[in-house]
């Protein structure tokens, strides 16, 4: 036991996503439905294709859930009818082929008379053959997603073993990849990380020993009042119910690996990872990209939201004046694909459009936080030197994104990503920009905390990849992925060319038959 104190890339637009958000809560004599609408509000931007809460009620747990924000999902009186003690609440944005409302969470299941729901954060690299082999025992499936396959796989060992917990413990000796997942039943709440911390969760205890809640983001805490204990560690399994929080170790640690995309872009600014806010981070980028490409100009903007923080960096690093170039419309979520070219391209204009008074007649910097395909930043530079901008000199504040995400990030082919087949040089010419920089890997890694290894409890040890990892995962942008990517789920996802590196190999577990696994006494 552990202290609980101290121990699908989408052609409708050219961002990087994160799949979901994921909120739990234990707070007997709370409203749970409701206290996780207002966190699932605050983790809205981690997904937006679908919603959902499923509650506890102490005899049974129900679900609401549906496509759309959460504002569209969820009516006063649905969270009326939500009554209970422990909740979790999960968004999504959902990627090609698994769309649809089967594919909405959290992902409900029966455990012979026990009524489970799942939340899940990240991706399983190994679903397709836990999911084959599942079935092949008669194991029935709804959907394709790898959520549902953790939820039959936990399901599966739980009947085995007759002890949930021991269910979660064996289901993530099995699973490959980055996740960090909230589960409920109907009379407790569990939360669990995979074995090198890919995907972020957190905890926090709210006010006066009301309960206690997990999610991927500080700023999910703050909405609802509650404080910040600490992060899940990964491989950790933890279970609150009336008997309070209890902790276990269910896989030894690897070597950290935490997504370093979380704070160049996915995570809201007003969060923060290892003591440090995500705004203070940004800003620090973007003071050393202004250390590593200078530009001499007459105003500093940032792409709204997350090109803000690194611009103002910038700005103050090299003592030119930063203001706003572009207004975002926060009404528009995402930007559907339209039939003709001249549509598509006014669906950028939807969301942005230029502040002509600002930028006519001024030679512009524009901060971003990466370059996907290029499209948009192509046509955020025409609309700029339409409005009148005499040079516009692009600065991204995150090294080439030029290798495929497996992990949790929808860009799961290399041949969506600009930088695998363009220089710098080329990249500059296509957006029309008049100079294009990228700040290096090891700018990026000098911006954010340092992670002590939970292996060997410092940072920077050397780990079983027989380098010094400083308890990042930036396999986006070296190729150096941290969990062994299977073959059968990589086929044709890289250009001819490039090998990636795998870090790591796939725990002894993992290689088992899923029942051989379900008789071992000894693989935890």
Not at 403 to 426: H, M, N, R
Request: charged fraction near 25%.
């Amino acid at each position: 036991m552990i202290d609980i104190e101290t121990c699908e890339f989408s052609e409708r637009d050219d961002d990087l996503h994160d799949e979901c958000g994921v909120f739990g809560i234990w707070a007997p004599g709370c409203d749970v439905a409701r206290m996780t609408y207002f966190g699932l509000h605050a983790l809205q931007h981690r997904g937006q294709e679908s919603a959902g809460i499923a509650v506890g009620d102490g005899s049974t747990v129900m679900v609401r859930k549906d496509l759309g924000l959460v504002t569209q999902v969820f009516t006063d009186s649905d969270l009326s009818a939500l009554p209970g003690k422990v909740a979790i609440g999960h968004v999504r944005y959902g990627t090609a082929g698994s769309k649809g409302w089967e594919s909405a969470q959290p992902h409900l299941s029966a455990i012979n008379d026990v009524i489970i729901a799942l939340a899940h954060n990240g991706t399983l690299v190994n679903f397709d053959q836990l999911r084959i082999e599942l079935i092949n025992m008669g194991v029935p499936f709804r959907t394709h997603t790898d959520s549902e396959v953790a939820a039959r796989l936990i399901g599966f060992f739980t009947q085995k073993k007759h002890r949930l917990r021991s269910g979660i413990a064996h289901a993530m000796a099995m699973m490959e990849g980055g996740y960090a997942m909230a589960l409920v039943r109907e009379n407790a709440l569990y939360a669990f990380r995979d074995p090198r911390g890919i995907r972020p969760l957190c905890l926090g205890e709210l006010p006066n020993n009301q309960g206690w809640v997990v999610a991927s983001e500080t700023c999910a805490l703050d909405i609802v009042g509650a404080r910040y204990v600490r992060d899940l560690r990964p491989g950790e399994i933890l279970r609150i119910s009336d008997d309070g929080p209890v902790s276990e170790r269910a896989l030894d640690p690897e070597p950290r690996a935490e997504c370093i995309f979380e704070d160049v872009y996915f995570a809201r600014p007003d969060s923060k990872f290892h003591g440090r806010s995500v705004y203070s981070m940004r800003y620090a980028m973007g003071q050393q990209l202004a250390r590593e490409a200078p530009v001499d100009a007459d105003l500093v903007i940032g792409v709204p939201d997350s090109g803000m923080p690194p611009a103002e960096g910038f700005a103050h690093e090299l003592g030119l004046p930063f203001g706003e170039g572009l207004i975002k419309n926060r009404y528009v979520q995402r930007t559907f694909i339209q039939p003709t070219q001249e549509l598509r391209e006014m669906g950028v204009r939807l969301k942005l459009n230029a502040l002509v008074d600002n930028v006519a007649g001024k030679r512009l910097v524009v901060i971003d936080d990466s370059i996907v395909r290029g499209t948009t930043s192509k046509q955020i530079i025409r609309m700029l030197k339409d409005a009148g901008a005499t040079e516009v000199h692009m600065r991204i504040n995150s090294p080439e994104v030029t290798w495929p995400c497996f992990y949790g990030i929808d860009t799961d082919t290399q041949d969506q990503l600009i930088s695998a087949s363009k220089s710098v040089e080329e990249i500059c010419e296509y957006i029309g920009a008049d100079s294009l920089a990228f700040l290096s890997p090891e700018g990026l890694v000098s911006c954010v905390p340092e992670i002590a290894d939970d292996v060997a409890g410092v940072p920077g040890a050397s780990c079983a990849c027989g380098g010094s990892c400083d308890g990042y995962c930036k396999a986006c942008f070296t190729g150096e992925y941290p969990v062994e990517i299977p073959k059968s789920f990589s086929k044709g996802k890289f250009l001819e060319g490039y090998q990636p590196k795998n870090l790591s190999h796939a725990s002894a577990a993992s290689q088992m038959h899923v029942d051989a696994v379900a008789k071992a006494n000894d693989v935890l």
